[in-house]
């Protein structure tokens, strides 16, 4: 299979042949991981009990689900659709949220996916536990990715099949390996509620796990419909198909993460309970799990990051920009393992992402809704081309209103956060319970339709050109 050639450029009609059934098959196989699983876990080690911890991951998830639609009429990945708000230029906002975003991830997935490989094999084959055993692992995974990643969306689409198959099957041979010790009990080990009581922990628990996967799909779901075609494909059936594919994709290994959390008793640490509670029987296909499962996510979260490193530097080509970012992850990886607290700095990293990435998903939503789905995908291209000019150049290719309502809604989350070594001064409005999510997006999004109360309308071509399906509520079927 040929390396893919595309950027960020706007892929030909010719070439968008994907279904929604593809975008259901890349969601549920690259996300059936441990770097999603393990997320599962963040609940139990609070200091929540079974039930409670289920319900704070169910109620965060599918958050972004309606963001695969921009994509789906410009034929770009979403941070260069959303010049169409923030200009041009200012749609870098978009580029760097999604960029940090996707490291942070891929980071993680090799960290958890490599812990786990160097424990199993250690069992089975007495794999010394040191560092050097965690360097090579950790080089195997992030080379594997970079393949997958550089030959692109095709590749990645067919190893996802594939994973959806057979990581599923693992979790079945999961729940039977672990339920024997399942628990629904909270675990003493971690101590009580993380922030006290009850309700902030929870809160914490349902953005930190349950809100985690969504948010990390604000800029990857346009990677992916860009490749469909509105032509063949209905908004709805597309729609429709990006909540299936996040509802299983997420919430079913997020919910395996925290039922072996209660088997494993795993509340301070993940990865090593988790092979130490396994049957001798599941320690093969554990390791498939970790091994295979985290190339699969990884891959695709590597391939958002060149995509968007792409669109911050257009002389960059696609694999370059992808290999480039490797080295950044993979240098993240070993400082995850080495320097930083597994539960601080998955909490810190999705709370602060969340905060900055969720105004810039709100503004580029009602974009969305103010222009009807009808885009001018040539001007959208302005930057790329290094030209100017556009009715996305705005002000020297920034839409300043947009861009400052961002900035408020971020500011204002990262001043209502509470990390477990930092407190947002905003906190003592909220009852020390952590809104920064709800507060970020809600400021960024009042700010940005005070400020910009109106919307830029791409020219007649530009409608014409979209055609029907332009319409976000056309509900006209399409061969999935």
């Known amino acids: 299979m040929p390396i893919e050639q595309r950027g960020v450029d ?7 042949t994907s279904g929604p059934r ?41 958050f972004t689900a309606p963001l695969a639609l921009v994509s789906l009429r410009t034929g770009t990945n ?3 659709s959303s010049g169409a708000q923030f200009g041009v230029r200012g749609r870098l906002v978009g580029s760097v949220v999604g960029l940090l975003l996707a490291l942070g991830y891929t980071a993680l997935t090799v960290w958890i996916g490599g812990d786990v490989m160097v424990s199993v094999l250690g069992r089975l084959a007495g794999l010394p536990q040191g560092g050097v055993s965690y360097a090579v692992v950790y080089g195997l995974l992030a080379a594997a990715t970079v393949a997958g990643a550089v030959y692109g969306y095709r590749v990645l689409l067919a190893m996802s099949r594939v994973l959806a198959v057979g990581m599923t099957a693992l979790l079945v041979l999961g729940v039977i ?43 990857l779901l346009g990677d992916y419909t860009r490749y469909i075609s509105p032509a063949r494909h209905s908004s709805r059936r597309v729609l429709h198909a990006t909540w299936l594919g996040l509802m299983l994709g997420l919430l079913v290994p997020q919910l395996f993460g925290t039922f072996t959390s209660y088997a494993a008793r795993a509340a301070l640490d993940y ?162 319970v952590d809104c920064s999510f709800l507060l970020s997006g809600l400021v960024g999004g009042v700010v940005y339709l005070v400020s910009a109360p109106g919307g830029v309308t791409p020219p007649a071509s530009a409608a014409e050109a979209a055609g029907p399906a332009a319409c976000p509520t056309e509900t006209g079927g399409g061969r999935a």
Do not use: K
């Not at 196989?29 to 997320?39: H, K, R």
């Not at 080690?45 to 704070?56: E, H, I, K, P």
């Not at 993380?194 to 809100?211: K, N």
């Not at 049957?279 to 093969?284: E, K």
């Open 10 to 16: 706007t892929i030909p009609e010719s070439e968008r």
């Open 177 to 219: 390996a672990y339920a024997p010790d399942f628990t629904t009990a909270a675990l003493p080990e971690a101590g009580g509620y993380l922030l006290g009581g009850f309700w902030p922990t929870w809160l914490l628990a349902a953005v930190a796990a349950g809100l985690s996967g969504p948010i990390a799909f604000i800029t």
């Open 271 to 432: 990865a090593g309970p988790l092979v130490d509670a396994s049957p001798g029987w599941y320690l093969v296909p554990l390791l498939l799990a970790a091994s295979a499962g985290s190339v699969g996510n990884a891959g695709l979260m590597l391939y958002s990051m060149g995509l968007d490193l792409d669109a911050i530097l257009p002389r960059a080509s696609r694999a370059r920009a992808t290999c480039a970012v490797a080295v950044v992850a993979t240098a993240c990886v070993f400082a995850g393992h080495y320097a930083w607290d597994a539960q601080s700095a998955m909490t810190s990293f999705v709370l602060l992402l969340t905060a900055i990435g969720t105004p810039w998903a709100v503004i580029t939503l009602i974009g969305f809704a103010r222009c009807g789905g009808v885009y001018d995908a040539d001007a959208l291209q302005v930057f790329n081309r290094r030209a100017r000019g556009g009715i996305y150049w705005y002000h020297a290719g920034w839409n300043v209103p947009a861009t400052l309502s961002w900035a408020a809604g971020a500011v204002v989350g990262v001043l209502a956060v509470s990390l477990p070594s930092y407190e947002g001064p905003l906190l003592a409005l909220t009852g020390s």
């Open 78 to 80: 979403l941070s260069t």
């Open 22 to 62: 593809d975008l259901v098959s890349i969601l549920l196989g690259s996300n059936l991981c441990l770097g999603v699983i393990v997320f599962g876990w963040l609940p139990p080690s609070f200091g929540l009990d079974w039930w409670a911890s289920v319900s704070a991951v169910v109620a965060g998830t599918v």
